[in-house]
């Protein structure tokens, strides 16, 4: 049952962004800007947990990650620009992100970032 409300929960979140982004692409931005994934995975980890140490590790880590992804949402405006379709853009966009992550991982143990 909790399983199921966790899904409903995230599934409304990226129905509601899409369709604010449709009418209102600024506002469906700030939406999906919002930390919403990441505040409800830390609420559903400390209902299933209760653990200080497990949620401290959990959102120094996702501070961490979250830093790789960001280049995308600069990195796919700009080839859209220069004439790059969307998909190709997502696909660019989407690589880019993995190899930053894996840096991120690579590095992560220099950095303090416990996997």
């Not at 604010?20 to 409800?40: C, D, E, K, N, Q």
Request: aromatic share 16%.
């Amino acid at each position: 049952m909790f399983f199921l409300l966790k899904t409903l929960l995230s599934a409304l979140i990226i129905a509601l962004v899409s369709t604010l982004a449709r009418r209102y692409p600024g506002f469906g931005a700030l939406v999906a800007a919002l930390p919403l994934v990441s505040v409800f995975g830390m609420i559903w980890l400390w209902l299933e947990t209760h653990d200080p140490a497990r949620m401290e590790a959990h959102v120094s880590a996702t501070f961490w990650y979250v830093l790789p992804s960001l280049p995308m949402f600069l990195f796919m405006p700009w080839l859209m620009r220069c004439g790059v379709h969307f998909w190709p853009a997502l696909a660019s966009g989407c690589g880019l992100t993995i190899v930053l992550y894996l840096l991120m991982i690579w590095a992560g143990p220099w950095l303090g970032i416990s996997q």
